[in-house]
């Protein structure tokens, strides 16, 4: 089965791999979606090479076309191990820390009380004497007002919420809900961005073997280990690149 979906996508890969300096030919096998050394997040690849050496790559924009093409030419993916599904039960259940909510509840109205400082600071009439500090409240201002939709871009639709439905799992913010049912994910990955920022990512691979991720952002750490091992009961290959 071809997965590459047309020449363009085969020639966007082959550049990426040119610029990396990797020939396809010399790839004996790769690891998709797991830790590598010290290296942790999403979109880790690592590839083993016939001459005995090991690439580590992150094609964080081109996940699902480099996947298919490395499928296509029939290397094998070492890290795909599928589960045997299992009868169990699968609970209605909510994935969620409160100290996280309200960190983010926190950080967003710290945002607000300067954003307010800051413009009650600013609509004071200048002074030709303080030219300087003029200029540094402008440039404070300039600065939290392209910050600040950032930051709440993330925190309000970037983040998701994750919920095990009998249907499938259900990832939700304020603006979206989405259902990722059971039967269409290949394989599944809980990590972390790094280790100095513990935000939790879910990435997988759907039955079409297309890359996905998503930033769950108030989840707890200890929780992907628990549906880790749910996922793997459902026939998925579910694993835990957190608490390892």
């Known amino acids: 089965m071809n997965y590459t979906q047309n020449e363009t996508e085969k020639r966007k890969v082959e550049q990426y791999f040119s610029r990396k300096k990797i020939n396809p030919e010399d790839i004996q096998s790769f690891c998709f979606m797991q830790n590598y050394k010290f290296q942790v ?3 880790i690849l690592i590839l083993q090479l016939r001459s005995g050496k090991t690439k580590m790559l992150r094609p964080n924009k081109t996940g699902t076309e480099v996947l298919h093409y490395l499928l296509d030419k029939q290397i094998p993916f070492s890290n795909y ?3 045997v599904k ?3 039960t699968i ?3 909510s ?3 409160i100290w996280n ?3 983010d509840v926190f950080y967003t109205a710290v945002l607000l009380v300067l954003g307010y400082v800051m413009l009650k600071a600013l609509l004071q009439e200048p002074t030709g004497e303080y030219l300087v500090k003029d200029i540094a409240k402008y440039f404070a201002l300039t600065t939290y007002v392209i910050c600040f939709p950032i930051v709440l871009y993330y925190l309000f639709y970037k983040c998701h919420s994750i919920r095990t439905e009998h249907e499938g799992l259900v990832l939700s913010n304020r603006f979206s809900k989405r259902v ?3 039967d269409e994910i290949r394989k599944l990955n809980f990590c972390i961005f790094s280790s100095k920022q513990p935000r939790v990512f879910i990435e997988l691979i759907d039955k079409n073997f297309c890359y996905q991720r998503y ?3 108030w989840m707890p750490l200890k929780s992907a280990k628990e549906l880790a091992l749910l996922l793997q009961s459902l026939g998925i290959d579910a694993t835990d690149s957190i608490n390892q």
Do not use: H, R
């Open 215 to 217: 930033l769950l952002g």
């Open 101 to 103: 909510i309200l960190f």
């Open 86 to 88: 299992q009868l169990v």
């Open 81 to 83: 191990i599928p589960q």
């Open 41 to 43: 997040g999403p979109s």
């Open 95 to 97: 994935y969620w820390s």
């Open 91 to 93: 609970p209605e259940k």
């Open 180 to 182: 990722l049912p059971y």
